[in-house]
């Protein structure tokens, strides 16, 4: 009886594959392909690949797209991204999966809430004007892009993008996602702000070269995580006080949040500021450019000042941050030296989202390694990457 339900599942399973086809999409309906995007999709179904083969002279697809299946868009020649001109607009349902590699286009948005499930987001190695996925029971995975305005979502992995600003919006999930919210290896002009209740949160090894990061919500009796950053708010301005973190939680709303390990730039000013108590914040190993001046924030001590250079051409702070982070095993660099601050430092580090096309490879967009290895114990490594 096994073995025959296990026949029953493989078969299953090849009949599931052997339903995916490939829609192809060409300038003037080249080669009996689509003409349109749009045309693609009406005759698509769940599941389908279509394949977007750049215009001449990197003209546009001029339409406005409603993706309602869950489909993947990829370009037809390697490395070269398709123009679309017009909006974008995903409808959500209950277990949908929409995949966007190699887009260049206007906005990307979710057009409502899920519900009975969740929908999922995949953006690759795409050039937006902005993107919207702030919505209820969406989970977002952006990786390798560039979104010139804003970036909103409410769940998910935003790793190794260039981004104008990164909004983490507070949704009333009713389909609660099982992972946390990951924002790693990122430069962004104008600011992190995070505002979910429902999820954890790691915000790691990101760049900002002139602007701040900023809690206003966590989940209740979480322990959240600001690790190897860099931010420099000395010709801009950070918070209300011109702070590189701010904290400030609503009314009810409690947590803990550790800040280790960050590169903080500023004007002889506050540099974590924590308006109120309702969260337990604690700093140390960081490397500040002047005073070490908290407010509601516990000094954990080796919170040091020193001598750095920011690079904002190559992301990048040289100086005293080398080898001045936390001694602990666990936050060595990958090449097994101590713990830079900053971004380029520990497991998460710059390095491994970039360059985006290492040798026309795969680009790897997530990591999970372990931070600690103890001898006799099984080594649990995983991660992902995209092509195309």
């Known amino acids: 009886m096994k073995k025959r339900l296990l026949f029953i599942a493989i078969a299953g399973l090849f009949t ?3 339903s995916a086809a490939d829609l192809y ?3 003037n309906g080249a080669n009996g392909a689509y003409s349109t995007v749009s045309a693609a999709i009406t005759a698509a179904s769940n599941g389908d690949r279509i394949i977007i083969k750049p215009k001449n002279a990197s003209a546009a697809y001029v339409e406005n797209l409603t993706i309602n299946k869950s489909l993947t868009f990829v370009s037809e020649t390697n490395y070269q991204k398709y123009k679309l001109q017009g909006t974008v607009v995903i409808t959500p349902l209950a277990g949908r999966v929409v995949t966007i590699h190699n887009a260049i286009a206007g906005s990307i948005t979710i057009s409502g809430a899920t ?3 969740r929908t999922t987001l995949n953006v690759f190695n795409s050039f937006l004007s902005f993107l919207d996925a702030g919505q209820v029971n969406a989970t977002t995975i952006i990786s ?5 305005s804003e970036t909103i979502i409410a769940h998910g992995k935003c790793t190794g993008n260039f981004l104008g600003s990164l909004f983490v919006t507070h949704t009333d999930d009713t389909s609660l996602a099982t992972d946390d919210v990951e924002i790693i290896a990122n430069s962004v002009n104008y600011g992190i702000t995070n505002y979910q209740r429902n999820y954890t949160f790691k915000i790691l090894n990101n760049f900002l070269p ?5 809690v206003w919500g966590v989940k209740n009796g979480s322990t959240n995580e600001i690790t190897n950053n860099t ?3 000395r010709s801009n301005g950070g918070g209300q006080y011109g702070e590189c973190i701010t904290i400030n939680l609503t009314t009810g709303n409690t ?5 280790y390990n960050n590169v903080l730039a500023l004007n002889n000013d506050y540099v974590i500021y924590n308006y109120n108590t309702n969260a337990t914040v604690s700093a140390y190993y960081n490397m500040i450019s002047g005073p070490f001046a908290l407010n509601n924030v516990a000094n954990q001590g080796s919170n040091t000042q020193g001598n750095f250079t920011i690079n904002n051409n190559s992301y990048s702070v040289s100086g005293a941050n080398v080898n001045a982070g936390s001694p602990a095993v666990e936050y060595t660099d990958l090449d097994l030296t101590r713990n830079d601050a900053g971004n380029g430092g520990g497991s998460n580090s710059w390095s491994n989202y970039w360059p985006a096309d290492g040798g026309n490879r795969a680009q790897i967009n997530y990591l999970n390694v372990p931070r600690r290895i103890t001898t006799g114990t099984t080594l649990n490594v995983s991660g992902s990457g995209f092509s195309k």
């Open 231 to 233: 931010s420099d708010v």
């Open 115 to 117: 519900t009975g499930g």
């Open 16 to 18: 599931a594959m052997a």
């Open 210 to 214: 002139q602007s701040s990061i900023s």
């Open 144 to 148: 390798g892009c560039t979104v010139e």
């Open 25 to 27: 999409v060409r300038e």
């Open 255 to 259: 947590g803990t949040i550790l800040i």
